[in-house]
Nanobody, 121 residues
Framework: QVQLVESGGGLVQAGGSLRLSCSASGSIISINAWGWYRQAPGKQRDLVAA???????NYADSVKGRFTISRDNAKNTVYLQMNSLKPEDTAVYYCNADIVYSDYDPAYDYWGQGTQVTVSS
């Protein structure tokens, strides 16, 4: 069984910073890629940032230059450093991981439970 646990959300003023973390635990052989998604009330869940096993990254246009995704393979953890936060960044943030848990099965997508980020104006 694999679990993803997120932390680091909260309330911050516009222009401030937050750092989200997401750690994977359980029967893990390797993690191919990580992603951070967000979902605001009444909207669909959108990709914010992603990082591959080769440390290639991509970002939504709305966060380029402000957010940075990174990973620590030894800790099975991904981070999202969020700077210059704006009220429109307010959402529930979810981490996602493509995890190999068996030598006999394909990788599987896992999701965290979500962490609320609220940016006040």
């Amino acid at each position: 069984q694999v679990q993803l646990v997120e932390s680091g959300g909260g309330l911050v003023q516009a222009g401030g910073s937050l750092r989200l973390s997401c750690s994977a635990s359980g029967s893990i052989i390797s993690i191919n890629a990580w992603g951070w998604y967000r979902q605001a009330p009444g909207k669909q869940r959108d990709l914010v940032a992603a990082i591959t096993s080769g440390d290639r990254t991509n970002y939504a246009d709305s966060v380029k230059g402000r957010f940075t995704i990174s990973r620590d393979n030894a800790k099975n953890t991904v981070y999202l450093q969020m700077n210059s936060l704006k009220p429109e960044d307010t959402a529930v943030y979810y981490c996602n991981a493509d995890i190999v848990y068996s030598d006999y099965d394909p990788a599987y997508d896992y999701w965290g439970q979500g962490t609320q980020v609220t940016v006040s104006s």
